[in-house]
């Protein structure tokens, strides 16, 4: 299996646009509203699957080293065992089923008229 050098700088493209959207947030008590969940959508629907999900897990692993990409521009191991970590870990799920029924609804047999 080959990986086109397109669909690389892609995931690394959308990897680099969660980060940049995700620092903004409105503060809604301990756990705000962050941009983040609209560069998840996205990068599942312009990606296939596995790349939307790569995307994704480069995102949450540039943040776990320490840049300051999680809400709030935060960062680190702290930010993921935190009270938004759950929601962190979770846009890897989210990528996954976005992913995945994105793949259903465009590869199922079109009805016969």
């Known amino acids: 299996m080959r990986?086109?050098?397109?669909t690389i700088a892609f995931t690394a493209l959308l990897a680099a646009v969660i980060c940049a959207v995700s620092p903004w947030t409105i503060p809604l008590g301990p756990i705000p509203l962050s941009l983040a969940s609209l560069g998840v959508y996205l990068a599942a629907c312009v990606l296939d699957c596995k790349h939307g999900?790569?995307?994704?897990?480069a995102y949450v692993v540039i943040g776990g080293v320490g840049?300051?990409?999680?809400s709030g521009a935060r960062g680190g191991f702290g930010?993921?065992?935190g009270p938004t970590g759950g929601y962190i870990i979770g846009y890897i799920l989210l990528a996954l089923a976005?992913?995945?029924i994105i793949c259903l609804l465009y590869t199922s047999p079109?009805?016969?008229d």
Do not use: N, T
């Open 53 to 57: 999900v790569a995307a994704v897990v």
């Open 67 to 70: 840049l300051p990409v999680f």
């Open 3 to 6: 990986i086109s050098a397109k």
């Open 79 to 81: 930010a993921l065992v």
């Open 110 to 112: 079109s009805p016969r």
């Open 98 to 100: 976005e992913g995945l």
